[in-house]
Every structure is written in structure tokens, then in C-alpha cells.
Nanobody, 114 residues
Framework: QVQLVESGGGLVQPGGSLRLSCVAS????????MGWFRQAPGKQRELVAR???????IYADSVKGRFTISRDNAENTVYLQMNSLKPEDTAVYYC????????WGQGTQVTVSS
């Protein structure tokens, strides 16, 4: 059974940083492109970053230059380093494949506020 477990969220002031982690189990992690999504209150879930099996990355314009996605296939983990955080980054963050092939995890809440 596939399980995605996100962690690392929290409350941070504008301009601050957080590093999110997502551990995947029940899959051969290395063969999947992975992505980070977020869902803000009252908004649709959106894909903000993705990383291919080969390490190529793509970012949404809203996070480009501030967020960095990476992966560790040995640890079945995908990371999202978030710098220069803004209040509009407040959301629940989830990982999944970019094509949403697996059941969503519980997500991790990121709140950017002074």
C-alpha cells in the first residue's frame, strides 16, 4: 500500500524559510517523477514544483527563485526548501506524482504570518 507522509511545516514570519519532507513507502520511488502541491483555504490544489527521475526541475512562476525541490532516492524522500516566504505561501502542502497517481497524504500546514 502506497503511503505519502509529509512533514516540516509550521508557522514562520515573512521572509523566513522552511524545509518540507515527504517520505514515500510502498513504491519504487526512483522510477517516479515527484511533485509538491499546495492548497490554500478556498482555493484549488496547485502544483508548485516537480522533479523528474533524472533530477530536472520545474517550478510555478509564483515560487520560482524562492523554492527548491530535491530528492533522495535512497531515502525515498522528496524535499521542498522554501525561502523568502510570503503570506500568500500559506497553505497545506502535499507531495504526489505530478499526475496524482497515489492517494493523498495528510499534508503539512505552512503558515506565513507576522
Amino acid at each position: 500500500q502506497v503511503q505519502l507522509v509529509e512533514s516540516g511545516g509550521g508557522l514562520v514570519q515573512p521572509g523566513g524559510s522552511l524545509r518540507l519532507s515527504c517520505v514515500a513507502s510502498g513504491i519504487i520511488f526512483s522510477i517516479y517523477d515527484m511533485g509538491w502541491f499546495r492548497q490554500a483555504p478556498g482555493k484549488q490544489r496547485e502544483l508548485v514544483a516537480r522533479i523528474s527521475t533524472g533530477g530536472s526541475t520545474i517550478y510555478a512562476d509564483s515560487v520560482k527563485g524562492r523554492f527548491t525541490i530535491s530528492r533522495d532516492n535512497a531515502e525515498n524522500t522528496v524535499y521542498l526548501q522554501m525561502n523568502s516566504l510570503k503570506p500568500e505561501d500559506t497553505a497545506v502542502y502535499y507531495c504526489n506524482t505530478p499526475y496524482v497517481q497515489f492517494t493523498w497524504g495528510q499534508g503539512t500546514q505552512v503558515t506565513v504570518s507576522s
